[in-house]
């Protein structure tokens, strides 16, 4: 029985469980529903919930029990070697163990006959069905049939078990609805139940990548003393050993560029903002809005080609040459530039709905008193959006830091730690990527000190959304 | 209507303050406003009265053309301040409003400290040369509306932190403080308790020594004793406007009759 089908059959027995429930809600009330605690339509979905919802999730579960029970079982039938190799034989048992079954269904061959293959000539016949295989000896081929024997039964148990808990569901549910039951606040507690979990998954994969991070970093500094990492002024890996791996040129890069960048979306996106919110018309909005979305909506590789073809050459050729500044294209000035007008829809459009939710009555207050309009929007409307403009500053640094394509393509991959902006330097993000590109394994400082540099990344632009969010939060406090 | 205590009605200065006249407000397609003829006098305070919904609020904002800001709002009619018409293009809204103050039906205090709120308008219309100035300025503002003994010790407090009815007396505070030549005064009293109304009635009576003030209310005992005229609006319609004595004890229209003695409203 296929997972699909399973679903279906426990959701066929779920929607059964509504009108069941519902039918029994009724007649023991007598046929009168207004004896009933809650709606007829309430036993029903409890019934439903009940037979549905532990099923599923028995289901979720076995599905991500039973890979980890099996290979674990397997393992054992495998001579022992070191991590690597055997996780490489484990995986051409699982694919061995996937053609057997391919072979048992295009060939009609029966558990016997499966049984008695022997590893000469398997290979081919594998192959015909699409699985490659790098390496078959008997103990493979051993394993790879433990394997399939193990997934075939716990599979069978599986579709036993999640029915038998789906038609469990169903009888403990109908055996509960009496007139009195409270399903309504059953129901809700059950729906509340389950909207928990949903959000604790996302909670949880924070939680993993905070871990996995961590986990690496540690690793990290057991090869690479922290204090050299946070204190070191040289970025020069070596992949041959022996580097240095200061975090500070990065860390200067990436504030240098997000600084250029805010500076330059922070005003224009502002007044863009109280443009859109305070002065123009119906019309000018209509179209000004949804072009500035649109800028939104580039991708930033789109940008980072801009910022490699225009900004950084005309850069060059109009400022940093005649200035004596520099010669080279790329430069912390073409990417904060073309990152500044990344943000600026960002900052527009989130100070836009700030401005918006000004109370009217504010500005009737000042314009009551005389005031003009300037001065209403600079005395009254300003310092009431102030709180969340700032939010949304905050949060347009913590994408600034976290952007890679335009300062790849717009700033270059020097570290270095320099004033003159017109210079190339680059970010803590570039350098997670390319330390991480090419072939080696997540074994030596040089690669693992990714995982440092994404931590603290992480904790930077961490700490930037709590305080931006804090002070959203202060901000709407203000008027409820 | 005997425990209706009757202000003075004696009219110092009779010269006309403003004058409308016809004049016709639409929201949109909704007609809120028909043909409303009235003249209020100098030096006076008249009072607005009528059921929730006539448009009193709407005649109001009229007045010193706050329905400017309103979308899809539009005025037809002849309004003048001192026999100037307001509408004029060549008028400009913002000295107008400079000079026809208002106090709005909700208290709507700037999210600045209580002191900022007051000084708003002074600053603005650069009433006062110095702190000094300024300080006494808001001072006697909250003063007279019967604030300052409550707020003068966290004058630096925002405002928005004070209750509904001192937010109140603050928006009054606010509006007196750029001493207006006319005060427009919606409903000021709506969240009040009755000792604070006295307070605000007092100082309605007492602003009619420098200005014309112009007040919605619903409380008919309060439209008696502050006012010296009194128009009553239903349905968008100017139904009656006289002397407040008169509307009270003797009025031509059923309409009236039936509102003040609490048939219709
Ligand atoms: N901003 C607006 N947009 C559209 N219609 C409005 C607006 N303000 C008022 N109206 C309409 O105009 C009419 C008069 O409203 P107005 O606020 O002047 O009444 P009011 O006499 O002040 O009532 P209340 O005593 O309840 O304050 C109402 O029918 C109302 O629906
Ligand atoms: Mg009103």
Redesign the interface.
């Known amino acids: 029985m296929s997972l699909g089908i399973l679903v279906l059959a426990v959701l066929i027995l779920a929607a059964a469980g509504f009108l069941a429930g519902r039918r029994r809600a009724i007649s023991s009330a007598g046929g009168d529903p207004r004896r009933l605690h809650s709606l007829p339509g309430h036993y029903g979905q409890f019934a439903a919930l009940l037979t549905a919802v532990p099923a599923l999730a028995l289901l979720a579960v076995w599905l991500m029990a039973q890979p980890m029970v099996i290979e674990q079982r397997v393992a054992s039938l495998l001579p022992a070697g070191d991590a690597s190799t055997s996780s490489l034989v484990m995986a051409d048992v699982r694919r061995i163990s996937t053609g057997l079954q391919r072979l048992a269904v295009t060939d009609g061959l029966s558990p016997r006959d499966v049984a008695g293959l022997s590893p000469e000539g398997l290979a081919p016949r594998l192959r015909a069905v699409g699985v490659a295989v790098t390496s078959m000896g008997p103990e493979t081929l051993a394993a790879a049939r433990a394997h399939r024997d193990l997934q075939d039964r716990l599979g069978f148990w599986m579709v036993v078990s999640v029915l038998a808990t789906s038609a469990a569901g169903l009888g403990l549910a109908l055996a509960r609805i009496r007139p009195d039951f409270r399903a309504r606040n059953t129901t809700e507690r059950f729906v509340m139940v389950i909207l928990i979990a949903a959000s604790l998954v996302a909670v949880a994969t924070t939680v993993g990548i905070v871990m996995s991070l961590l986990f690496e970093t540690m690793n990290f500094f057991r090869l690479y003393p922290a204090q050299d990492f946070f204190l070191s002024l040289t970025w020069n890996p070596q992949f041959r050993g022996g580097s240095d791996l200061g975090i500070w040129p990065l860390l200067w890069g990436t504030m240098y560029i997000s600084f250029i960048a805010l500076l330059v979306a922070v005003p224009i996106g502002l007044l863009t903002a109280i443009y859109l919110a305070e002065y123009a018309g119906?019309r000018a909005r209509s179209w000004a809005k949804p072009a500035i979305e649109i800028l939104a909506g580039i991708p930033t590789i789109v940008y980072g080609l801009f910022a490699l073809v225009t900004v950084g050459p005309a850069l060059r050729d109009w400022f940093a040459q005649p200035l004596g500044l520099g010669a080279s294209s790329s430069s912390v000035m073409t990417a904060g530039l073309v990152m500044g007008i990344m943000l600026i829809p960002f900052i527009s459009s989130l100070s836009d709905d700030i401005i918006n939710a000004v109370?009217?009555?504010?500005?009737?207050?000042?314009?009551?008193?005389?005031?003009?309009h300037s001065?209403t929007v600079k005395?009254?409307i300003l310092?009431?959006a102030l709180p969340g403009i700032v939010g949304a500053i905050l949060l347009g640094a913590s994408r600034a830091i976290g952007e890679t394509m335009i300062v790849v393509l717009g700033a270059g991959a020097a570290a270095k730690l320099s004033l003159n902006p017109f210079e190339a330097m680059t970010t803590v993000t570039v350098k997670i990527v390319s330390q991480l590109t090419g072939d080696t394994e997540f074994a030596s400082p040089e690669t693992l000190v990714a995982f440092a540099l994404g931590l603290t990344l992480f904790a930077i632009t961490l700490v930037l959304n709590v305080i931006a969010l804090f002070i959203v939060r202060k901000y709407r406090e203000?008027y409820e | 209507m005997d425990d209706i205590r009757y202000a003075e009605r004696v009219v110092s200065a009779a010269e006309v303050k403003i004058a409308a006249s016809r004049v016709q407000v639409f929201y949109g397609l909704n007609h809120a406003l028909k043909d409303v003829d009235v003249e209020i006098l100098g030096k006076t305070v008249t009072a607005f009265i009528g059921p929730s919904g006539c448009g009193k609020s709407t005649f109001l904002r009229c007045l010193?053309r706050?329905n400017d800001?309103i979308?899809g709002c539009r005025i037809e009619g002849r309004i003048t301040l001192d026999g100037h018409d307001i509408y004029d293009p060549r008028v400009d809204?913002?000295?107008?409003?400079?000079?026809v103050?208002?106090v709005?039906q909700?208290p709507?205090?700037?999210?600045?400290s209580i002191y900022d709120n007051v000084a708003?308008?002074p600053r603005?219309?650069g009433l006062a040369r110095s702190k000094a100035e300024i300080d006494e300025i808001v001072e006697t503002a909250l003063r007279r509306a019967a604030l300052w003994e409550e707020v003068k010790d966290r004058l630096a407090a925002p405002g928005?932190g004070l209750s509904g009815g001192q937010q109140q007396r603050l928006?009054i505070a606010?509006?007196i403080a750029?001493s207006p030549e006319v005060l427009l005064m919606d409903e000021p009293c709506s969240a009040l308790d009755p000792i604070a109304t006295a307070q605000i009635e007092e100082l309605i009576d007492e602003l009619r020594t420098q200005f014309s003030v112009v007040i919605v209310t619903h409380s008919m005992q309060q439209a008696a004793r502050v006012s010296q005229r009194t128009a009553f609006f239903h349905l968008g319609r100017l139904v009656e406007y006289g002397e407040t004595g008169q509307i009270f004890t003797n009025p031509h229209d059923p309409r009236t009759e039936s509102y003040i003695s609490g048939r219709i409203g």
């Open positions: 119906a109370p009217q009555s504010l500005r009737d207050g000042s314009y009551g008193l005389g005031a003009t001065e005395q009254v310092p009431a203000q | 010193n706050m800001t979308p809204p913002v000295q107008l409003r400079a000079k103050g208002m709005f909700k709507n205090p700037f999210p600045k708003y308008g603005i219309h928005t928006c606010r509006a750029t």
